[in-house]
C-alpha cells in the first residue's frame, strides 16, 4: 500500500484507478453510437439549450443546429478531443447506460481497499478527469465492487478545475478542497499532468500499470505499478529532480 503523508490525495481515473481500455473500448464507442440520438430524442430537455450553445462557442460555429451539433460532437469523438460539451453529453449517456445496466465502471481490484484505507488514515479523497463530474460519480458508483462513490469526498472535471496539463487547474483545485499544495498529491499515468501539479507546489505520483506501452516509469517522478505496492521505481529519474515529493513507502 502506498503511504501518503497528505492531508488530501486527488486521483486521475484512466490508467490510474481504472482501465483505459474499459473508456476507450466500452464507454467512447456506446457514447458515439449514440450522440445524434440523444440530441434528437431530447429537444425538450433544458440542458439542451446550454449544450448547443457551448458547443457552438467551442467550435466557432455560431449558427449551429442539431445536425451540425450532432456531426461536431462525433467528430471531436473519433479525434478524441477533450472538448467540455463533448464531456458533457457523454456523461448524461452513459448516466442512462449505468441505470439501465448496460455499463459499470471499472476500477483496479487494489483500489477498493486503498480507497478504505487511505479514508481510514484521514486523507481527503478527490478524482480529476477529463470525463465530466457526473460521469466520474458514476463511474465509482457502478463498479464491479459495488458503489465505491461514498469513498470519495469529490470530483473535478475540465469545467471545475479547467486542462489537466496546466498549472491553474492545479491551483484552483488546491482553492476549492483548502488545503495548502504541499499537503496534496496527485497520482496519474501521465507525466505532463504530474508536471502540471508540481509546478503548482504539489507531490506527485506516477502509476503505470505493468501491461503500459509506454513503460514501466513516468520520467522525472517515482512510479509505481499500482495503488497497492510499496516497491518504487526509480525508471528515468534522479534523486534530485525527485526531491520533496512524496514517495510510495
Known sequence: MI????NAVVLDIEGTTGSPAHVRDVLFP???QRLSGWLHQHRGDPRLKDLLADIRQESGRPGLGIA?????LAAWSDADVKAAPLK?????IWAEG?????LHGHVYPEVPEVLRRWRADG???????????KAQLDWFRHTGFGDLSVLLDGYFD???AGPKNAPGSYRRIRDMIGVPAGTCVFLSDSGNELDAATAAGWHSVGVRRDDDPRGSGVPDHVTVPALSVRRTKNSDRTPEKNAGK???A
Open 158 to 160: 475540465l469545467e471545475t
Open 88 to 92: 458533457r453529453i457523454q456523461g448524461w
Open 68 to 72: 451540425d451539433a450532432a456531426s461536431q
Open 30 to 32: 456506446y457514447a458515439r
Open 3 to 6: 503511504s501518503l503523508r497528505a
Open 123 to 133: 486523507i481527503s479523497l478527490y478524482t480529476y478527469s477529463s470525463g465530466s463530474v
Open 246 to 248: 512524496v514517495p510510495p
Open 98 to 102: 449505468y441505470s439501465a445496466g448496460s
